[in-house]
């Protein structure tokens, strides 16, 4: 009777600390997730106050994106070696403390390198979150409903950032937006630091420095060419050196990934047409949805002079339905295959891009709505299909580090959509005459990458 009540007692404390991880981790999610779309909101008021314009708004947003992107296997691999909780609690602390900074800049540099940080920070803590999931989730279909409800929490921070910074801007100011990721933070530390260590450590990944140097120099030389491009002109030797730069760095970084035993990013999975159809089509999706929530941010407030809560108000429609999408994307995954779904929402994508196309000209804001739930719910589809086609396909062994590269491209997809629409709009006059380059390009963009995954995805 004894054995029995101590086993019950076992069970439900293991219960709670199950529940206690979950928690931690879904409230990480849900702040990167959020500093990912929460910055668009207060373009406007950063440019005013930092006396900016949209090359520096571009690096507000990107340095936080640039620096998650680059970091994020570094950031598994980490967690491998010292533990996932350590890593965790490192990467949460380096975020709230960068998230402080943000709020307490008081120029446009000091802001960008908290901004770097901030990125960091999310790289270690966000493929942790992942690791102390599946550490206090064995058994494979808990470990799923756990990762479902990880996953639907970042859904929900996408659908409420634009619309949970402009009530804070509305309440306070544009540095609330930074300043309000100290309780969620302290929070996650103070529920992380109850968890215990784990019990089964696996054994350590080797770790890359040269091909993260290198990787960072690429990405970080490119975006900055972008984004300068148009202020300093595509000639310029500041610009020139960049895309010089960032070409060399990307030859090094390719010459190191198919030579060393500790490569970071495994050459060889990209023989797999799954695996780089899902890589593909995740970058192309992350690249078209925020560089278009970047510059229609600008529009609403810059040209048609909406408040930083009308204009979270007003990407309701589009960012609602990106939430709903990611919940029915494995059942109609399911029903018509990954396949064919990504197609479908690809195309669904590209209708969407026209149709804002078209009624930019009318100027209303209800006919601008009409297409953006398209555009939204496509989005959501799109990345649980693409990830499920990519799993399917890789060896588990192998899951680890496929799922951290499908993580990094769309960062880095988010990236360069920032800087390639920010360019896009700030270098062709009127902005509407810009705006209407980038749907064009993101409506063609859309349809060659539906094209590309059905032939690397050609049934045998």
Request: charged letters at 10%; aromatic letters at 8%.
């Amino acid at each position: 009777m004894e054995k029995s009540a101590t086993a019950g007692m076992h069970w439900t404390s293991s219960r709670k600390q199950d529940r206690r991880v979950l928690a931690a981790a879904s409230l990480s999610y849900v702040v990167v997730i959020l500093d990912t779309s929460i910055v668009n909101v207060a373009l406007e008021r950063i440019a005013g106050a930092l006396a900016t314009d949209i090359a520096g708004l571009q690096w507000v947003v990107n340095a936080y994106i640039l620096s998650l992107a680059s970091l994020l296997l570094t950031g598994g691999a980490l967690a491998d070696r010292f533990g996932a909780r350590n890593i965790y609690l490192a990467g949460l602390a380096v975020f709230t403390l960068a998230s402080a900074w943000c709020g307490l800049a008081g120029n446009l540099g000091t802001l960008i390198a908290a901004r770097v940080l901030q990125g960091g920070g999310a790289a270690l803590l966000l493929p942790a979150s992942l690791a102390l999931i599946k550490q206090a989730f064995p058994e494979a279909r808990a470990r799923a409903a756990a990762i479902g409800i990880w996953a639907g929490c970042g859904g929900a921070a996408m659908a409420a950032g634009p619309l949970a910074g402009g009530i804070l801007i509305h309440l306070f100011d544009w540095r609330s937006i930074f300043l309000a990721n100290l309780p969620a933070g302290l929070l996650g530390l103070w529920l992380t630091w109850r968890i215990g260590g784990s019990r089964n450590p696996r054994q350590a990944r080797p770790l890359d420095p040269g091909g993260q140097c290198a990787a960072i120099l690429a990405l970080a030389a490119l975006i900055a060419a972008l984004i300068e491009g148009p202020v300093r002109g595509w000639s310029s030797l500041p610009v020139l050196s960049g895309m010089a730069l960032s070409i060399a760095a990307g030859a090094v970084f390719l010459q190191l990934q198919s030579g060393g035993a500790q490569a970071m990013l495994p050459l060889a999975l990209f023989r797999n047409g799954a695996f780089s159809g899902a890589v593909l089509v995740s970058m192309v999706s992350a690249l078209t949805f925020y560089g278009l929530v970047f510059v229609m941010s600008l529009y609403f407030q810059q040209v048609l002079a909406y408040s930083p809560l009308r204009t979270g108000l007003a990407f309701l429609p589009l960012t609602a339905l990106v939430a709903a999408g990611s919940m029915l994307s494995h059942r109609l995954a399911v029903v018509f295959g990954a396949r064919r779904l990504v197609i479908a929402a690809l195309a669904c994508y590209a209708i969407g891009f026209l149709g804002l196309l078209l009624s930019l000209s009318a100027a209303s804001y209800w006919l601008l709505a009409l297409p953006m739930p398209a555009i939204g719910f496509a989005a959501g589809l799109i990345t649980p299909a693409a990830t499920a086609a990519l799993m399917a396909a890789i060896e588990p062994e192998r899951a680890g580090v496929a799922a951290g590269v499908l993580n990094s491209a769309r960062q880095t997809g988010a990236a360069l959509g920032v800087a390639l629409f920010g360019g896009l709009v700030a270098a062709v006059h009127p902005f509407q005459a810009g705006l209407h380059l980038v749907l064009w390009f993101s409506a063609a963009l859309a349809l060659a990458a539906a094209l590309a995954w059905r032939r690397l995805l050609q049934p045998a």
